[in-house]
């Protein structure tokens, strides 16, 4: 017996193929509709028995809002939220707002039907190792790289930060002196103490180290100390 379902999803094409798809596997598909921010209002006015929930930023504040709703007002519908993975804290954030399931956005229609009949089901429509991952990041949650790259920026004085930049931008001592109006000794020194404070042997150990902790990110440029400052 095929699921009565509707289909929202940040972009109308894929909404639109995905219910095609459903249709000819012998599903009710009642809409196909775009975005999901304001799906809420025709998923509880249709009230389908599924609500297929796609997204691509499932750990962005408030891309779950509409489940909220949803489960609010129509506590019969079943939403099946199809994601990126990895995305543990999204998975984490999608059962919080309500939803039955957690499907990958690049699984198999199969994977996707079998998902749909679990949640209609009553079910928890979520693959093992999707949940192993949620409670992994949950459990043990990751470093974030802004968060090492503020600290090493809070070593720096906004005149390091500025020779950090240059220097991954790859230029060299004389190039470094000139755009900085400073003497080429002094633009030695600078770097010397930049690779001091960030505990690395070379330049390119540098640049590398700020590419990776996000740090190169937060120096902005526009502000009274130089070109570069502090986010």
């Known amino acids: 017996m095929g699921v009565r379902l509707m289909v929202v999803d940040d972009h109308r094409l894929l909404a639109e193929a995905l219910a095609s798809a459903l249709k000819l596997r012998g599903h009710r598909v009642l809409a196909a509709a775009a975005p999901t921010s304001g799906s ?5 006015s249709r009230a389908p028995e599924v609500c297929l929930f796609g997204t691509a930023a499932p750990a962005e504040p408030g891309a779950f809002d509409p ?3 949803i489960g ?20 984490a954030a999608a059962f919080a707002a309500g939803a039955a399931g957690y499907v990958r956005h690049d699984e198999r229609i199969e994977g996707v039907e079998r998902a749909m009949v679990k949640a209609r089901a ?3 429509a979520v693959a093992p190792q999707l949940l192993r ?23 720096l004085t906004p005149r390091e930060v500025e020779v950090l930049v240059r220097v991954a931008e790859g ?6 002196a000139a755009g900085m109006g400073i003497a080429p000794s002094t633009a030695r020194t600078h770097v010397q103490r930049v690779l001091m404070k960030l505990g690395v042997g070379s330049r390119l150990e540098a640049a ?15 502000t ?5 400052g502090l986010a």
């Open 72 to 91: 609010r007002e129509r506590p019969q519908v079943a939403v099946v939220v199809l994601g990126p993975v990895p995305s543990p804290r999204g998975i």
């Open 171 to 176: 230029e060299d001592t004389r190039l470094i």
């Open 208 to 222: 590398a180290l700020a590419a990776r902790t996000g740090l190169l990110d937060r120096a902005v440029p526009g």
């Open 40 to 44: 809420a209002e025709l998923v509880v």
């Open 67 to 69: 489940i909220v709703r």
């Open 122 to 124: 009553g079910e928890v």
């Open 224 to 228: 009274p100390q130089g070109p570069y």
């Open 133 to 155: 991952g949620a409670f992994a990041e949950l459990l043990h949650p990751a470093v974030q790289p802004d968060d090492e790259g503020q600290r090493l920026l809070r070593m």
